[in-house]
């Protein structure tokens, strides 16, 4: 193990993000997982606060309890260390549209203030100047879930005023909100980024800056934002990661990292 | 490569097809029938609705967003006739080809496979036609906790592709171990199959026969 890069005390934003997001997730919850930055965050989590989390892939994997980070959703790591292994379809239907995930993951393009995403196009449905890997299961995860953590790095690029194309619903679309729409679940509760973490308004569902990472000036976060953003009276400082979570992510990385590929 | 029309690529369990689930993101499953954009789902539920021969599935989740819009004629809504709830109904994929890998088959072309499913068994029921390579074909299928078989009657073509989803040049230099599935009725066939290991060039796309994905002959009662 490369013990200088372990031992290297100052954080990045990205290790920020990830922390907060590991942070976010609760001991003996149900967490719908995805590859990336939201793999790392619950393992992370699982290894530190939440040791009972309840990992699932999409790929049909129950209760995986990864010694390290998985390349892909069909990683056999995942399945043999799992309590049970199912279909897609049943990971959809029985486990995730029967309301028996807590807190699921979604990653987006594009953000806009009411948290709704876009993973579809950029520029025009018919004429796209950038096709996306399109919505997979998020629509479902978006309210199936009991609620959702949205985590993505923060420029004026992604947190946009208006969507291209509204993939899946976060707390409002128009004058409509989630209860009127019908969807099931509390929607997006929190969007962790690189600068900080924003969490809508229990009225309006508009998000609000609540907390800013160490070393990030509210104006940074506002200049990253392609709206005008709210901030919370009661802003926060996000908590430095302790040495214990800077380390534990970082082994975290680096055994993944350096694991051979076949 | 000639790549046949509605290719649905399964993955295998196991960290070896990691690349392959990244294929299966890349790779267009388009729908049929007047088709307007890709469809927004390329996985479970439109293949679960093709494999059990229903026009669409019926899924919650989509209200506010705007597939219903956009998506048509693949996503539109149905009302439940028992409760009035106005759900949201996805057209099925109707895949021409699957093609899966899985660890075993038997001599009779029954195809066991374990780990991480996916959706390699509702993709092979949703194909017109289907093409399972596995690790190894065996006399006996051993039982094995958790694992499930799949009954060759139903699949055209089994093979012995050992390393597969990493090795595809195997698929043509190996043709003494392709068994077929319909209990001895066809059996390999280099008239046929345009891309056989005695063939230097594919006869069909006169491509590399390791990289042809067209040369499944028609599938039992097609």
Redo the contacts between chains.
Sequence with gaps: MNVSLLSQPLVDRDEYMTVAAARSLHDHSVCFVGIGMPSTAANLAKRLHAPNLVLIYESGVIGAKPTVLPLSIGDEELAVTADSIVSVPEIFNYWLQAHRVDVGFLGAAQLDRYANINTTVIGDYDHPRVRLPGAGGAPQIATGCGEVLIIVRQSRRTFVEHLDFVTSVGQRRGDADRAALGLAGRGPVRVVTDLGILEPDPDTGELVLTSVHPGVEVSEVLEATGWTLRVSPDLAVTEEPTAEERDTLRALKMAGSTRPHD | MCAAPGLLLG????????P???GR?REPVAPRAGA???H??????P??GRASRLPFAV?????????IH?GAPNVSTVTCPFTG??LTAVAALRPDVAIAHTQRADRQGNVQLW?????Q??ALLAAERTLVTVEEIVDTLEPRP?ASIIPGWVLSYVREVPGEP?RRTRWATTPETTTTTSSGTRSHDTETRSCSGSTPTCSTCKGPPDECLSPVPAARGS
């Design positions: 993955w295998q369990p196991g960290r070896r097809l990691a392959s689930i990244q993101r307007r954009g890709a927004p789902r390329r996985d479970g539920e293949i679960r899924v919650r989740g989509y209200a506010g967003s705007d597939h956009h709830e106005v780990g991480i499913a996916g959706i068994r509702e958790g990493f």
